[in-house]
Nanobody, 119 residues
Framework: QVQLVESGGGLVQPGGSLRLSCAASGSILSINAMGWYRQAPGKERELVAAITSRGNTNYQYSVKGRFTISRDNAKNTVYLQMNSLKPEDTAVYSC?????????????WGQGTQVTVSS
């Protein structure tokens, strides 16, 4: 059984910062890519940022220079530091991990955390 538990969402004013965390636990043998998606009301889900096990990153164009993804492999945790937040960043943010166990290798998801940027 593998679980991804997110934390760090909330309400922040425009221009503010938030840090999301996502910790994977369970019978984990390996974790390849980890990352974050978001979905705003009435919009399609979109990839925000991703990071490989070696630390290579990629970002959606609208968050480049404002968001930073990182991971701690010893803790099986991925982070998303979000700075200079804008109202259009408001969404439910969900983390994922491409995780291998004894039985299967597949993508697992967190439960989602709400980020609201508003004055």
């Amino acid at each position: 059984q593998v679980q991804l538990v997110e934390s760090g969402g909330g309400l922040v004013q425009p221009g503010g910062s938030l840090r999301l965390s996502c910790a994977a636990s369970g019978s984990i043998l390996s974790i390849n890519a980890m990352g974050w998606y978001r979905q705003a009301p009435g919009k399609e889900r979109e990839l925000v940022a991703a990071i490989t096990s070696r630390g290579n990153t990629n970002y959606q164009y609208s968050v480049k220079g404002r968001f930073t993804i990182s991971r701690d492999n010893a803790k099986n945790t991925v982070y998303l530091q979000m700075n200079s937040l804008k109202p259009e960043d408001t969404a439910v943010y969900s983390c994922y991990g491409d995780i291998g166990t004894h039985e299967i290798s597949r993508r697992y998801w967190g439960q989602g955390t709400q980020v609201t940027v508003s004055s």
